[in-house]
């Protein structure tokens, strides 16, 4: 059960559009459509942003959108803004009732 | 609504046992189909899915960290607790309780309540 492979560092100016990478195996990001994107600002927990790949809970922007191509999935924040500037991680079901998460991105607004 | 806290020592000497225990509110562990999960996140570093557990007991853990980890649950006080046996300087980071896997017919396979994270740090 390796980590997910994220990208360290994505950044764009505002109102641009950037997208994290989260690469996997056939064991985790490929074998299922449950990956799950966090925005983690400093000092917090983790908040979901997305879930089941493409799904946004209640309250989230649609400035945030989710997709999966084979054993990457990928999270994309359209019309960047300065409150989106902070880390997210990727996370996918592994089987057997268990989780992998990425190594996490941060995001900086220009 | 609910919410998740932690609590215990902040402070473990290496080789000794880290022990936290997560207290649930707004929700009974024993009758919701869910499984409740401890999460990790080093100093600085990335997020770690340490294992979890269903009010009846059953668990499912990281199999890196197996060897040392028990989770336990105490279905009277809507609790739910870790041990981390012959911690290291490696085991310091926010500890977090979670969430974690639902099982009803649907199924809910993400993370959506967190609790605040405790610091734990493994010093002499």
């Known amino acids: 059960q390796s980590a997910l492979t994220q990208p360290r560092s994505v950044s764009g100016s505002p109102g641009q559009s950037v997208t994290i990478s989260c690469a996997g195996t056939s064991s985790d990001v490929g074998g299922y459509n449950y990956v799950s994107w966090y925005q983690q600002h400093p000092g917090k927990a983790p908040k979901l942003m997305i879930y089941?790949?493409?799904k946004r809970p209640s309250g989230v922007p649609d400035r945030f959108s989710g997709s999966k191509s084979g054993n990457t999935a990928s999270l994309t924040i359209s019309g960047l803004q300065a409150e989106d500037e902070t880390d997210y991680y990727c996370c996918s079901y592994a089987g057997r009732y268990t989780w992998v998460f990425g190594g996490g991105t941060k995001v900086t607004v220009l | 609504q609910l919410q998740m806290e932690e609590s215990g020592p902040g402070l473990v000497k290496p080789s000794e046992t880290l022990s936290l225990t997560c207290t649930v509110s707004g929700v009974s562990i024993s009758s919701s189909s869910y499984y409740w999960g401890w999460i990790r996140q080093p100093p600085g570093k990335g997020l770690e899915w340490i294992g979890s557990?269903?009010?009846?007991?059953?668990?499912y853990y990281k199999p890196s960290l197996k060897s040392r980890v028990t989770i336990s649950v105490d279905t009277s006080k809507n609790q739910f607790s870790l041990r981390l046996s012959s911690v290291t300087a490696a085991d310091t980071a926010v500890y977090y309780c979670a969430r974690d896997l639902g099982v009803a017919a649907s199924g809910e396979y993400y993370f959506e309540y967190w609790g605040q994270g405790a610091l734990v740090t493994v010093s002499s």
């Open positions: 557990i269903y009010y009846s007991g059953t668990t």
């Open positions: 089941d790949v493409t």
